[in-house]
């Protein structure tokens, strides 16, 4: 079992609906990061949470420590939101970061 | 303020040989971590660097190695390459080897024929 589990892999959504990408950790993190990487590679660091909630714009990120949960949430999508969203968590023990495997959204317009 | 930059962009290399990256962090970044994507495993953590130490490795073997200068700027290296090397490497910055949010560069295409 992965250390880092996102759901759901796969999304697909259409231009303004709300949109939830789910993450789950089993190990103990000092923090958890969302990430945005776009066709072509480049990554985006979207958000970076201890506790509590973040947000910025239309996305907006949760966290839950003792569920060993974050969740990404965006309104109103967009085209543009069309990107793998990934979820990396900063081990306590390690102190390195360890990623989910990515959620593939596509937004229609 | 410039962005993460990565130097080639794009790389072929033949097996058995070896390849150096190079990336320059944000000014006034002096942590550099170095991560490897591939479609099968996703982005793996290779290594950090700060104040020209290594603080951190991931589970790669010797083949892969890395180093930083006194302005911050990394390499990786590595050796004796492997078709399943073929990959994007990307370097992300940051002030401090903490919790501070990481940017990233665009990243290095690596094919290895």
């Known amino acids: 079992k992965n250390e880092v589990e996102q759901s759901p892999q796969n999304l697909t959504a259409q231009e303004g609906e709300f949109i939830t990408i789910n993450c789950s950790y089993s190990?103990?993190?000092?923090?958890l990061h969302w990430l945005q990487q776009h066709p072509g590679g480049g990554i985006v660091s979207l958000f970076m949470?201890?506790?509590g909630k973040k947000k910025h714009g239309r996305l907006i990120a949760t966290i839950n420590i003792q569920e060993k949960h974050s969740s990404l949430h965006i309104t109103a999508s967009h085209p543009r939101d069309s990107a793998v969203y990934i979820c990396?968590?900063?081990?306590?023990?390690?102190?390195?970061?360890?990623f989910g495997q990515g959620t593939i959204l596509t937004v229609h317009p | 303020k410039a962005g993460v930059t990565q130097t080639p962009r794009y790389l072929i290399k033949t097996r058995g040989q070896q390849v150096t990256l190079s990336c320059s962090p944000i000014?006034?970044?002096?942590?550099v971590s170095w991560y490897q994507q591939t479609p099968g495993q996703g982005l793996q953590f290779l290594f950090e660097?700060?104040?020209?130490?290594?603080?951190n490795k991931g589970n790669f073997p010797g083949r892969f190695s890395g180093r930083q200068f006194s302005n911050s700027r990394s390499e990786m290296n590595v050796s004796t390459l492997e078709l399943g090397d073929s990959a994007l490497y990307l370097c992300?910055?940051?002030?401090?080897?903490?919790?501070?949010?990481?940017?990233f560069g665009p990243g290095t295409r690596l094919t290895v024929l």
């Open positions: 992300a910055s940051r002030r401090q080897p903490s919790t501070d949010t990481q940017y």
């Open positions: 190990v103990g993190i000092s923090a």
């Open positions: 949470l201890s506790s």
């Open positions: 990396a968590v900063v081990s306590t023990s390690y102190g390195k970061l360890t």
């Open positions: 000014s006034g970044h002096r942590s």
């Open positions: 660097y700060f104040s020209e130490t290594q603080r």
